[in-house]
């Protein structure tokens, strides 16, 4: 098993090095196209700002490489966010798998919740069966419902056609992503305990 | 629903943990990375490191015991601790750790709040501020407690977080080591005032005051250290308590 880590200018790269490694995976993190083509599970992490990180990719080239990937690729915070069409975060123009636009949260009409939306929170998984074959979120499994995982994030992906799993704060956003090969987290699996190893073994098992 | 968090709090000195009381008088209490590691397995929300000697005497934090946790906990963790630029937070941050706390650099250079919250997003920013209540009033102290400064409480921790501070680490020295319970109205007068999360620290000795500081002092997060480290108080005890008296608590 071949499991690649994009390589590019937002954080937290090592510390998912660091959690496939205590699931037992050696991943290896790269920017290099052969590489990322071969792998059999491909990563894309991040921590940052999303116009940065997009100026990034498309500098590199990785942005059509990203979309062209056809092994599963999972997406992880500002990475599920740049898979979506569109981020209100520097007005961005992303890479466009998910059908869904970014937005800030507004916390106008709940002052007591703050941004951003820091912690541990639950996740729901979505009942409605909308995916392409109507699948079911294949990431998560019976041991993670009800279970807390951990989120830092001032921007949100609505609920939409391609949601697999829901959070609530402020307003009901999308906890995880899936199209065809492309699956994707909000939350950081690599921060979230026993739960979020499971999430990643699920990803490595598929 | 977002869990309120626990969070130890280990400080480090030449490589070991330690816990002062009232900042002084330091005991020795392990390994940094085993409990780090213990902390997590028990169910911790978050882990702090400090640097506790760094600031004092001019060091900056370990590096290679940043990258060991990263390597062995699975929970966020925040390094704090002699940090005073955006190239030690970097450091820090490639060796895996999630955000740096910020505390005396930050009082002699509030400018460095901004450019970390800009180069790294305001997530990664913890102001902390150690304080003492001298007539009613907050007083902001500089060098783990040493020096103090003309800065108030609410009016730091309110520009901490209009330069882009993404939480606010505060600890009463008052309250610190005493074991009488945290900080509940100034913690409460901070929660009211901003709109980023606090982190109450000094003070707990039993599990009611975490309650209070979670329903009283509308606190985000509790953390302690001796307390935990001398297992005067069990993780998974703590939060069953805190579950069963209504706190949104993460099991």
């Given at each position: 098993m071949k499991v690649a880590i994009i390589k590019y200018n937002a954080g937290n790269v090592f510390s998912v090095r660091c959690a496939l490694q205590r699931i037992g995976v050696d991943a290896i993190v790269t920017d290099d196209a052969a590489t990322l083509r071969s792998a059999d599970k491909v990563v894309f992490p991040g921590v940052g700002e999303a116009s940065t990180a997009m100026d990034y990719l498309r500098r590199h080239?990785?942005?059509?490489?990203?979309?062209?990937?056809?092994?599963?690729?999972?997406?992880?915070?500002?990475?599920?966010?740049?898979?979506?069409?569109?981020?209100?975060?520097?007005?961005?123009?992303?890479?466009?798998?998910f059908d869904s636009d970014v937005l800030r949260f507004d916390n106008s009409a709940a002052p007591g919740l703050k941004i951003p939306h820091m912690g541990w929170n639950t996740i729901?998984?979505?009942?409605?069966?909308?995916?392409?074959?109507?699948?079911?979120?294949?990431?998560?499994?019976?041991?993670c419902t009800g279970k807390y995982l951990y989120f830092v994030h001032s921007y949100y992906a609505p609920v939409g056609s391609h949601t697999v799993a829901t959070c609530n704060y402020i307003t009901?956003?999308?906890?995880?992503?899936?199209?065809d090969n492309f699956y994707a987290t909000q939350f950081h699996p690599e921060k979230s305990g026993t739960v979020g190893e499971q999430i990643l073994k699920n990803f490595i098992m598929l | 629903m977002l869990a309120r968090r626990i969070i130890p709090c280990l400080d480090v000195k030449d490589g070991t943990t330690v816990k002062g009381v009232n900042f002084v008088n330091l005991k020795n209490a392990g390994d940094p990375i085993l409990l780090g590691k213990r902390y997590c397995d028990e169910g911790a929300d978050e882990l702090v490191f400090l640097d506790i000697n760094a600031s004092h005497e001019g060091r900056s934090t370990f590096v290679d015991m940043v990258r060991r946790v990263a390597e062995n906990v699975s929970i966020p963790f925040t390094?704090?601790?002699?940090?005073?630029?955006?190239?030690?937070?970097?450091?820090?941050?490639?060796?895996?750790?999630?955000?740096?706390?910020?505390?005396?650099?930050?009082?002699?250079?509030p400018g460095l709040i901004d450019d970390i919250a800009h180069n790294f997003g305001n997530q990664v920013c913890v102001l902390a501020i150690d304080a003492h209540c001298v007539d009613g009033e907050w007083g902001c102290y500089l060098n783990g407690g040493r020096i103090p400064t003309d800065r108030k409480l609410l009016e730091w921790a309110y520009e901490g977080q209009e330069r882009g501070a993404g939480e606010i680490l505060f600890?009463?020295?008052?309250h610190d080591g005493v074991k009488q319970g945290f900080a509940c109205e100034a913690l409460s007068e901070l929660s009211s005032r901003l709109d980023i999360p606090i982190i109450?620290?000094?003070?707990?000795?039993?599990?009611?005051?975490?309650?209070?500081?979670?329903a009283k002092g509308h606190a985000d997060g509790a953390l302690a250290a001796s307390l935990f480290q001398l297992n005067e108080i069990h993780i998974p005890d703590l939060?069953?308590?805190?579950?069963?008296?209504?706190?949104a608590v993460r099991i």
């Open positions: 080239n990785l942005d059509t490489l990203i979309k062209s990937l056809t092994q599963p690729v999972l997406g992880i915070c500002i990475g599920m966010q740049l898979l979506c069409r569109h981020s209100e975060e520097g007005n961005t123009d992303c890479l466009g798998i729901e998984p979505c009942q409605h069966g909308n995916m392409t074959g109507g699948t079911h979120c294949k990431l998560l499994d019976e041991s009901p956003f999308s906890a995880m992503l899936q199209k | 390094v704090g601790g002699g940090i005073a630029s955006v190239h030690d937070v970097g450091r820090l941050l490639e060796a895996g750790a999630d955000k740096v706390s910020i505390n005396s650099a930050a009082l002699r250079n600890t009463s020295m008052d109450a620290s000094g003070g707990c000795g039993a599990k009611e005051h975490f309650l209070d500081v979670f939060k069953r308590y805190l579950s069963d008296n209504g706190i």
